[in-house]
């Protein structure tokens, strides 16, 4: 009978664990802290990534229309031009130690993969802690 109590406890002990921390998801999803979208909209800073003029105008653009609507949104960007996409990685991981922003954003082509795993994008969205988005600029709002 004393087997049956301490596996009794150990199985209370484990369900009062899970119940507290299916609580605490429960909270995080109603304050928007799970999702990239949800985490987006609650950064203050942001690196905005853009590899050539028409996806840096668009950038730009962008930029002045969040700082409108969120005028306490701290942008850091990055101008990456050459199409090394390993240089690339690099200048976005040490950006993202020096600058420290809580998300990133990345300006791509509108008739590029809209796919999260293709190319650099998909390599800086897997590879970054942070959470990782793309704008998509048309092809007549480039430089």
């Known amino acids: 009978m004393a087997h049956v109590s301490v596996f009794a406890v150990i199985g209370l002990v484990i369900g009062a664990g899970v119940f507290v921390a299916l609580v605490i998801l429960a909270f995080d999803v109603l304050r928007g802290d799970v999702g990239g979208h949800q985490t987006m909209a609650r950064a203050r800073r942001l690196l905005v990534i853009s590899t050539d003029d028409r996806t840096h105008a668009g950038a730009e653009q962008w930029m002045a229309e969040q700082r409108k609507e969120h005028p306490k949104l701290q942008f850091f960007v990055l101008a990456h031009k050459g199409g090394d996409e390993q240089g690339l990685f690099m200048d976005v991981q040490a950006s993202v130690e020096r600058d ?34 793309a704008i998509y600029i048309p092809k007549e709002s480039g430089a």
Do not use: C, T
């Open 100 to 133: 420290r922003p809580d998300a990133v954003v990345m300006a791509r082509h509108d008739e590029d993969s809209h796919s999260m795993q293709e190319g650099a994008f998909g390599r800086i969205k897997e590879d970054l802690a942070i959470p990782v988005d």
